[in-house]
């Protein structure tokens, strides 16, 4: 294992087989600041999950003992363990395994070779969504960032999901669209535009990566999952059906 220190503690996993590539991954991070730590195997990975709590993790998926998709399954089948973000690393590039990837809850997919500039800049854009400060420094006017949609409460602050009083672990790229629809009601935005806006127009996510991530978030808020109403032949919003609560103001 390998680790660094941070001032704001943010922490990344690195979980790759290859050694030269875990040691430029740790190098560059730790001198962008972050507190990283390292693992070659998707045994070694889970375990430091859980003891070295990371708030991203890179994971390569051809992994030794097992595959990163196996990896980031019982990360998010794991219900009491505190939710990273995950980012896959693979040299496959196809638009099924992107999908698939998002489909088991990833929050951004890197296929190799990778920019490293970019991929720390990736890195630090995801922490800015899941870090409370970073998120006050973005709120919109008045600081209105905690919403009842229904069934559904949403705390944007913290992170937090609530479907009827219970917490459903949503993504952070999960969280970011849920607060968009919220913040922009009654505007229906097509796939390009969510991509531009909520995934920053990453390069090799395509519509079908859109429709992966709002059927897999459907599916984890239950009967909440109606709030998002699909626009045949365009796009998405937020369902009219509910009225939004705005229970918190900063």
């Not at 990896?71 to 980012?87: E, L, W």
């Not at 870090?131 to 944007?156: Q, T």
């Not at 090799?204 to 109403?229: E, P, Y």
Request: with cysteine; hydrophobic share 40%.
């Amino acid at each position: 294992m390998t680790s660094g220190k941070s001032n704001l503690d943010r922490r990344v996993l690195v979980v790759d087989d290859e050694p030269d590539v875990r040691e430029l991954l740790t190098y560059n991070l730790t001198a962008a600041g972050f507190t990283v730590e390292s693992a070659e195997t998707g045994t070694a990975g889970l375990e430091a999950v859980q003891r070295f709590a990371p708030d991203v993790i890179l994971l390569d998926l051809m992994l030794p003992d097992m595959p990163g998709t196996e990896v980031c399954r019982r990360i998010r089948g794991d219900g009491t363990s505190r939710q990273p973000a995950v980012v896959m690393l693979t040299a496959k590039g196809d638009e099924i395994d992107r999908v698939v990837g998002f489909e088991l809850g990833a929050d951004d997919y890197v296929v190799k070779p990778f920019s490293m500039r970019e991929l720390v800049l990736r890195v630090g854009a995801i922490l800015r969504g899941r870090h409370p400060a970073a998120a006050a420094a973005s709120r919109p006017v008045g600081g209105r960032r905690r919403y009842v949609v229904g069934p559904l409460d949403l705390d944007v602050e913290t992170h937090h999901a609530f479907v009827n009083g219970q917490e459903v672990r949503v993504s952070t790229l999960e969280m970011r669209l849920l607060a968009h629809l919220i913040e922009h009601r009654g505007r229906v935005w097509s796939r390009q535009q969510l991509l531009d806006t909520v995934w920053g127009c990453r390069t090799g996510v395509g519509a079908r990566t859109i429709d992966a991530h709002v059927r897999r978030l459907r599916i984890k808020l239950g009967n909440a999952g109606s709030v998002l109403q699909t626009i045949r032949g365009t796009g998405y919003r937020l369902s009219p059906e509910y009225p939004i609560i705005i229970k918190d103001q900063g």
